[in-house]
């Protein structure tokens, strides 16, 4: 199956190990109330409106800012693509299949969840849903995936 | 549609996992194949019957409600 947008499978590991690590880590830091002072650099930022400062306040501006947080959502998204846009051992069509079928079914489950969290969720707990909504299509997307690779490889004969 | 992939694996004593080496797909696509979850395209149809060294319609058939 001739495909232009999938990795060689030699990324598969690496894709696995920055998925678990950031989606880890990002679990660790959000039961610390993303307190954190690690990593804090100076930082450019686009448009600034912090909730104290009024001075630092303005387009491009440069900033302290801890990119800790930074470094796991990029950590997560981008093992995330790998894990799911890596060749597998034996890419074919039916696998291809399988890869689509589960990127519509992550899009349609994820927004019938966040539907559901809309009605459902207020105020703070409502900001922990828009947090893990930046990352519940690929993790939906990946698990799909792994899940009916796996259905349909057991009962030989 | 329908196929007798199995039997014709039987024929040729042929494992799953050997007939999906043989023309390059995984095992899972055999699987789902012969339990008619899935419906190959054209081109690996003709490699399978080509395989079998038989005519695709002795392989593969239509069913009623196709």
């Known amino acids: 199956m001739q495909t232009n947008y999938l990795l060689p499978n030699k990324y598969k590991t690496i894709g696995w190990i920055l998925f678990i690590v950031g989606i880890v880590s990002g679990l660790f830091l959000m039961f610390n109330e993303y307190e ?8 450019l930022s686009i448009y600034h409106d912090g909730i104290l400062s009024s001075k630092e306040d ?3 501006r440069i900033i302290e800012n801890s990119i800790l947080d930074e470094l796991i959502v990029i950590a997560i998204i981008v093992g995330g693509l790998t894990v799911g ?4 051992k034996v890419e074919d069509e039916f696998i291809f299949k399988l890869r689509k079928d589960s990127l519509v079914w992550a899009l349609i489950f994820n927004y019938a969840v966040l539907i559901f969290a809309t009605v459902f969720v207020y105020d703070f707990v409502f900001f922990d849903v828009l947090v893990f909504n930046m990352f519940t299509p690929l993790v939906f997307f990946v ?6 690779k796996y259905k349909s490889q057991s009962h030989e004969e | 549609m329908k196929n007798s992939i199995k039997v014709q694996r039987a024929i040729h004593d042929m494992t799953q ?3 999906a080496k043989l023309i390059g797909v995984s ?9 008619n979850k899935y419906v190959p395209s054209t081109v690996l149809s ?5 395989l079998f060294k038989k005519p695709v319609e002795d392989i593969f058939f239509l069913e009623d409600e196709d």
Request: net charge positive; glycine share 2%.
């Open chain 1, 143 to 148: 698990f799909r995936f792994n899940f009916l």
């Open chain 1, 85 to 88: 846009f890596t060749k597998e």
């Open chain 2, 17 to 19: 996992a050997d007939l």
């Open chain 2, 46 to 50: 003709l490699k399978i019957a080509r």
């Open chain 1, 36 to 43: 954190t002072d690690a990593l804090t650099i100076n930082v």
């Open chain 2, 27 to 35: 095992r899972q696509s055999i699987n789902a194949i012969e339990k």
């Open chain 1, 58 to 60: 303005g387009f491009f």
